[in-house]
């Protein structure tokens, strides 16, 4: 299969919430697939609204900051968010959330992309201590341990899965000091 040129740019809150119904649809199809990202499934439309409004302020408040991609027709294909750490003896944390590529343009290094743009963005920003979890039996885990994220171990019983049952949760960390710009 072809590698993605799809485009990836780090948004603002304007075009954040302009892209909200996309962005919902988005996530929606990744609570679909099965992905641990928060919620239940089917994805409730009023609380996938409100967490975007939550999202767009935090963008507008420099506390979370969102990248997208979009293909040649400009349908956004994935997203990845960076949430700052916002306590005082924090400055130098965040944390990632929400990577989510369509289930159609999976496989074709679009989740790698997204990971090497927030990465730069993080570096440039002072932020070089990164943390994750996600779902312990996903395809996420080689996902992120092939890409040199340290593992903490699992979480067990962490959260439900979108089909409502206890699963673990398994805590990666990356130190962007040792590693070099991608
Ligand atoms: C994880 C995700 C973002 C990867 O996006 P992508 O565009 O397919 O990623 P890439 O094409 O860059 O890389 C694909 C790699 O991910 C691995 N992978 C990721 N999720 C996988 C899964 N559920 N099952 C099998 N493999 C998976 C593939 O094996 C492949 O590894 P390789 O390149 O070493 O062969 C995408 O699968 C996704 O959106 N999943 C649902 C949401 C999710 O689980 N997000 C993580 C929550 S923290």
Same mark, same amino acid.
Request: glycine content about 12%.
């Given at each position: 299969?072809?590698?993605? /040129?799809? $485009?990836?740019?780090?948004? @603002?809150?304007?075009? &954040? #919430?302009? =892209?909200?119904?996309?962005?919902?649809?988005?996530? *929606?199809?990744?609570?679909?697939?099965?992905?641990?990202?928060?919620?239940?499934?089917?994805?409730?439309?009023?609380?996938?609204?409100?967490?975007?409004?939550?999202?767009?302020?935090?963008?507008?408040?420099?506390?979370?900051?969102?990248?997208?991609?979009? /293909?040649? $027709?400009?349908?956004?294909? @994935?997203?990845?968010? &960076? #949430?700052? =750490?916002?306590?005082?003896?924090?400055?130098?944390? *965040?944390?990632?959330?929400?990577?989510?590529?369509?289930?159609?343009?999976?496989?074709?290094?679009?989740?790698?992309?997204?990971?090497?743009?927030?990465?730069?963005?993080?570096?440039?920003?002072?932020?070089?201590?990164?943390?994750?979890?996600?779902?312990? /039996?996903?395809?996420?885990?080689?996902?992120?341990?092939?890409?040199?994220?340290?593992?903490?171990?699992?979480?067990?019983?962490?959260?439900?899965?979108?089909?409502?049952?206890?699963?673990?949760?398994?805590?990666?960390?990356?130190?962007?000091?040792?590693?070099?710009?991608?």
């Amino acid at each position: 299969m072809n590698r993605s /040129d799809d $485009a990836i740019r780090e948004v @603002g809150a304007d075009e &954040l #919430a302009a =892209a909200g119904a996309a962005v919902r649809a988005l996530l *929606a199809d990744g609570v679909a697939s099965g992905a641990s990202l928060g919620f239940l499934g089917p994805l409730d439309d009023g609380l996938a609204r409100a967490w975007l409004s939550a999202c767009v302020d935090e963008v507008a408040a420099g506390t979370r900051r969102v990248w997208l991609a979009y /293909d040649a $027709a400009g349908a956004v294909t @994935g997203m990845v968010h &960076l #949430a700052h =750490a916002t306590k005082q003896n924090a400055p130098h944390r *965040a944390e990632v959330q929400k990577l989510v590529v369509a289930a159609t343009a999976r496989g074709r290094g679009l989740g790698t992309r997204l990971m090497a743009a927030l990465e730069r963005g993080a570096r440039e920003a002072g932020r070089w201590l990164l943390i994750l979890d996600t779902d312990a /039996d996903s395809g996420a885990v080689d996902f992120y341990r092939d890409r040199g994220w340290g593992s903490v171990g699992v979480i067990p019983f962490f959260c439900l899965s979108p089909a409502g049952e206890l699963q673990g949760t398994h805590v990666f960390w990356r130190d962007l000091r040792e590693t070099a710009d991608a």
